[in-house]
C-alpha cells in the first residue's frame, strides 16, 4: 500500500519561500509510471494543481505558478519536495502531495497525503 | 475561473439518484476523473478513465462523458456519499492539469 505524507513549517512569512518534503513509503518515487504532485486547498475553497515531476527529473507546472515553483526528487530517500518563492497571504492554504497516473486520454491522482496546512503570516 | 465548471451544490434524497456534472472544451478530448472529498480529508479518487473505480468503491458510483460535459453518477444515494465533489483532467492544451470548481452534495 502505498502511502505519502508531507512534511514542513506550519508558518511562513510573506516574501520568504515555502518549503515541503513529501516522503513516500509502500513504492518507488523512481518508477517510470508516476507523476509525483503537489496540489494546494485554500481553506474553504477548492483545489489546485501546483505542479509534477517525473521520476526522469521532468518537471511540469501550473502556468499561474510556473515563476515561483520548484519541485524536485531525491529518489535516495524516496522523497520530492516544493519549493514556493516569495508567498504572500494568498498561498495559506492546505498542501497535499499525490501520486499521479497517467494512460490513453486521462490523467489521475491515486494516492494522496494527508495534506499539511501552510499559513503564511508574518 | 476554471476551464472545468461544475454546479456549486446539488442535493439528492437517500436512495434516490443523483449526477454531478463537469463541463469543459477539454473533455471532449480527455477523461475526466472525479474526487470525493469528506470535511477535513485529503480527497479520494472515485472514477477515472472511461468508468473505472479504484478498489473499494461501490459500484452504485460511476461515470460518463458525452460530448465535452462529464458526469458522475450515483444510484441509490448513501449518507456516507454526502462530500464535495471534484472533477479532474487536462487543460485545453492539452499540457496541463485543472481542477473544476466543485460540488456539494448534500444527502436529504
Known amino acids: 500500500q502505498v502511502q505519502l505524507q508531507e512534511s514542513g513549517p506550519g508558518v511562513v512569512k510573506p516574501s520568504e519561500t515555502l518549503s515541503l518534503t513529501c516522503t513516500v513509503s509502500?513504492?518507488?518515487?523512481?518508477?517510470?509510471?508516476?507523476?509525483w504532485s503537489w496540489i494546494r486547498q485554500p481553506p474553504g475553497k477548492g483545489l489546485e494543481w501546483i505542479g509534477y515531476?517525473?521520476?526522469?527529473?521532468?518537471?511540469n507546472y501550473n502556468p499561474s505558478l510556473k515563476s515561483r515553483v520548484t519541485i524536485s526528487v531525491d529518489t535516495s530517500k524516496k522523497q520530492f519536495s516544493l519549493n514556493l518563492s516569495s508567498v504572500t497571504a494568498a498561498d495559506t492554504a492546505v498542501y497535499y502531495c499525490a501520486r499521479g497516473i497517467a494512460a490513453a486520454g486521462f490523467f489521475a491522482f491515486d494516492y494522496w497525503g494527508q495534506g499539511t496546512l501552510v499559513t503564511v503570516s508574518s | 475561473s476554471s476551464e472545468l465548471t461544475q454546479d456549486p451544490a446539488v442535493s439528492v434524497a437517500l436512495g434516490q439518484t443523483v449526477r454531478i456534472t463537469c463541463q469543459g472544451d477539454?473533455?471532449?478530448?480527455?477523461?475526466a476523473s472525479w474526487y470525493q472529498q469528506k470535511p477535513g480529508q485529503a480527497p479520494v479518487l472515485v472514477i477515472y478513465g472511461k468508468n473505472n473505480r479504484p478498489s473499494g468503491i461501490p459500484d452504485r458510483i460511476s461515470g460518463s462523458r458525452p460530448g465535452n460535459t462529464a458526469s458522475l453518477t450515483i444510484t441509490g444515494a448513501q449518507a456516507e456519499d454526502e462530500a464535495d465533489y471534484y472533477c479532474?483532467?487536462?487543460?485545453?492544451?492539452?499540457?496541463?492539469?485543472?481542477f473544476g470548481g466543485g460540488t456539494k452534495l448534500t444527502v436529504l
Open positions: 509502500g513504492g518507488s518515487v523512481s518508477s517510470g509510471s508516476y507523476y
Open positions: 515531476i517525473y521520476y526522469s527529473g521532468n518537471t
Open positions: 477539454s473533455l471532449r478530448s480527455y477523461y
Open positions: 479532474h483532467s487536462r487543460d485545453t492544451s492539452g499540457n496541463h492539469l485543472v
